[in-house]
């Protein structure tokens, strides 16, 4: 229960957070990618400020090995560069680049009730699912 | 050259809502122990286990549930979306495959990772932001969409 509110909590900041550093709109995010045209250098800020208050929670996280609720702390383990990484980003980066949407900011721009988020959402989770049934035949190769 | 889009330019917002982002990401590591990733959080319901889908849906509730929220306080933001429904459908489809097999999108590589100073999430995260700008150069400045 404790754990399910925190879950919902920290959602709900983060698309507070989205709606207030403006990344919600996908033009906006469209507008810091275009830097061959009227630059906006928001989402550079929006990163800053978020990196600077993460430094600090991770630093500490790191150095425990519960939650404050009692949990076991699940930090990513592996540091390993590899195809998948790499290959995956620049894939994400490209369908960012199309429609100006990451995932945190189409599911707001759904909560908001724009149809083209909905559209958005549906195919990531269509593409989402196409990773899984990729993963399941390399599985059995 | 670079022109800054000062009209558009909204350092403090953008400052105040990057910080109320990063804490976010600071309550999911120190109070459950996890990484604020949406993309993996919201991928991890294709292949559920019993004790793991209620806080994924948890989570999402609350992003998807914050402009209902905000609505009771202010009007929303602007949400602008102008690419086509091809595009959007184009888009949704690269970033749903490309956040699963790079394990992570703008904030789980680029707001944890990068606070977690991990060099993977460095890599990943320069890989997105690289074909991010390749691919609005290529739109706005070579098809003139």
């Known amino acids: 229960m ?4 925190a879950s919902f909590a920290s959602g709900l900041i983060f698309g507070i957070g989205l709606l207030v550093s403006g990344m919600s709109n996908p033009e906006k995010v469209l507008g810091f990618l275009d830097i061959a045209g009227l630059w906006d250098p928001s989402l ?13 929670a991770f630093a500490f996280a790191r ?49 908001a009730g724009e149809a083209k988020a909905a559209v958005f959402v549906i195919s990531m989770i269509a593409g989402m699912a196409v990773f899984e049934l990729l993963e399941k035949a390399r599985a059995r190769a | 050259m670079i022109d800054i889009a000062w009209d558009n330019f909204t350092p403090w917002s953008a400052l ?7 804490i976010s990401a600071a309550a999911f590591i120190l109070l459950n ?8 959080i919201l991928g991890g319901l294709l292949t559920p286990r019993k004790t793991d889908i209620l806080w994924r849906v948890a989570f999402l509730a609350g992003i998807i549930g914050a402009p209902a929220i905000w609505l009771l306080a202010a009007d929303l933001p602007a949400i602008e979306i102008n690419a086509s429904l091809p595009m959007i459908i184009l888009a949704g489809l690269l970033v ?26 460095l890599v990943a995260t320069l890989a997105f932001m690289a074909t991010g700008f ?11 969409v």
């Open chain 1, 2 to 5: 404790k754990y399910t509110l």
């Open chain 1, 44 to 56: 550079a800020f929006v990163m800053g400020g978020a990196i600077v208050v993460g430094l600090f």
């Open chain 1, 63 to 111: 150095r425990r090995t519960l939650s404050f609720l009692g949990y076991h702390m699940k930090l990513p383990a592996g540091d390993r560069v590899d195809k998948r990484l790499v290959i995956g980003s620049l894939l994400f980066g490209a369908g960012w680049g199309l429609a100006g949407f990451c995932p945190g900011p189409g599911l707001v721009a759904l909560g």
């Open chain 2, 16 to 22: 105040f809502g990057g910080m109320i982002i990063g």
């Open chain 2, 33 to 40: 122990g996890r990484i604020a990733g949406i993309s993996g």
């Open chain 2, 96 to 121: 749903g495959v490309g956040t699963r097999y790079g394990s992570g999108c703008t904030s789980g590589h680029g707001v944890c990772g990068l606070s977690r100073l991990s060099p993977r999430s």
């Open chain 2, 134 to 144: 390749i691919t609005v150069y290529l739109i706005r400045h070579v098809a003139g």
